[in-house]
Every structure is written in structure tokens, then in C-alpha cells.
Nanobody
């Protein structure tokens, strides 16, 4: 299983970025793909996840109303649209996947991880 994240960068507070996660190798269409982030000195935390077969989503309270997760199943790609970014959103963002439609933000449930992409939000 492979997951490839991209789209990070430097943006001013209030700005927007869109992250992409291309995944491959999953044996069925019943998968959950999620975004997690890790800021320096902090634990990795769940940001948003989507069950790609039925489109159900879950968001951390800190990003509700600002971030939107979506999937393009034809392209095996999950997107994270991030609007109204804040300096506290600065982190390395990783995408993760797991077989099954269980859209949890608990990182221990995810068995497959891609490399991260750095998002830096300046004040």
C-alpha cells in the first residue's frame, strides 16, 4: 500500500492551501483515508478522515468549518482544502489509510502511512 502526500507550503494567516494524497494498492474500495498532523514537540493528531466508499467524513474540532476533505475515487486521490489557516495549523501533514469504512481520527487504527508535507502558516 502506498500513499503520497503533496501540496504543502508557506502561507500567511488567513490564506488557503489544498493538500493531495494519492493512494494505491488497497485491495478493495472500502477504505478510509485520513489526514494527520504533527507540530514540533507535539504528538501526531487526527485532522480529518473520509470513508471513500460512502463519503462519510470526520473532523477534529479545531478545523471544523475551515477544512474540507473530499475524494476523487477515479483518481484514487483524497484532498484536504484548508481555508482561513492559522499559525497553529503549522505542522507536517501526513496522509494515512486503512482497509475498512471506519472513519476514526484515532491514529493507531491506521496501518499505512505516507510521507509528510510541511505546512507553515506565518502570522
Amino acid at each position: 500500500f502506498q500513499l503520497q502526500a503533496s501540496g504543502g507550503g508557506l502561507v500567511q494567516a488567513g490564506g488557503s492551501l489544498r493538500l493531495s494524497c494519492v493512494y494505491s494498492g488497497f485491495p478493495t474500495a472500502y477504505n478510509t483515508i485520513g489526514w494527520f498532523r504533527q507540530a514540533p514537540g507535539k504528538e501526531r493528531e487526527g485532522v480529518s478522515v473520509i470513508s471513500v466508499s460512502d463519503g462519510k467524513t470526520n473532523y477534529a474540532d479545531s478545523v471544523k468549518g475551515r477544512f474540507t476533505i473530499s475524494s476523487d475515487n477515479a483518481k484514487n486521490t483524497v484532498y484536504l482544502q484548508m481555508n482561513n489557516l492559522k499559525p497553529e495549523d503549522t505542522a507536517v501533514y501526513h496522509c494515512a489509510g486503512q482497509v475498512g469504512s471506519y472513519y476514526t481520527l484515532v491514529r493507531e487504527w491506521y496501518g499505512y502511512w505516507g510521507q509528510g508535507t510541511l505546512v507553515t502558516v506565518s502570522s
